[in-house]
């Protein structure tokens, strides 16, 4: 069983920066590929990004390529989301996801075990 607990979100403007934080419970972190999904206001929660178990490996949602950055320090458990040039569709609760299958990287949300609580990012205009 992993526990996930998300951080780092809040209220900033259009062009600011934020940077989330997802710590996890257990030994078995480095096994895992982290994931960041978001859900927006009356939208389905979709893919930002994953990285793989050793951090070598990572993809995103066009919609955050080359504005979001997703990391992870396997000796903190922890993996981040740094986004920059945040515009107000990126307002949504953003959750973390661990996925213990077999791979890498994995967009589905189904290919995902564990989640967090979600941490509200609100971005005005």
């Known amino acids: 069983q992993v526990q996930l607990v998300e951080s780092g979100g809040g209220l900033v403007q259009a062009g600011d920066s934020l940077r989330l934080s997802c710590t996890a419970s257990g030994r078995a972190f480095s096994s895992y590929s982290m994931g960041w999904f978001r859900q927006a206001p009356g939208k389905q929660r979709e893919f930002v990004a994953t990285?793989?178990?050793?951090?070598?490996?990572?993809t995103y949602a066009d919609a955050v390529k080359g504005r979001f950055t997703i990391s992870r320090d396997n000796t903190k458990n922890t993996v981040y989301l740094q986004m920059n040039s945040l515009k107000p569709e990126d307002t949504a609760v953003y959750y973390c996801?661990?996925?213990?299958?077999?791979?890498?990287?994995?967009?589905?949300?189904?290919?995902?075990?564990?989640w967090g609580q979600g941490t509200q990012v609100t971005v005005s205009s």
């Open positions: 996801a661990a996925s213990n299958r077999v791979g890498s990287i994995y967009r589905l949300e189904s290919q995902y075990a564990y």
């Open positions: 990285r793989s178990p050793s951090g070598g490996l990572a």
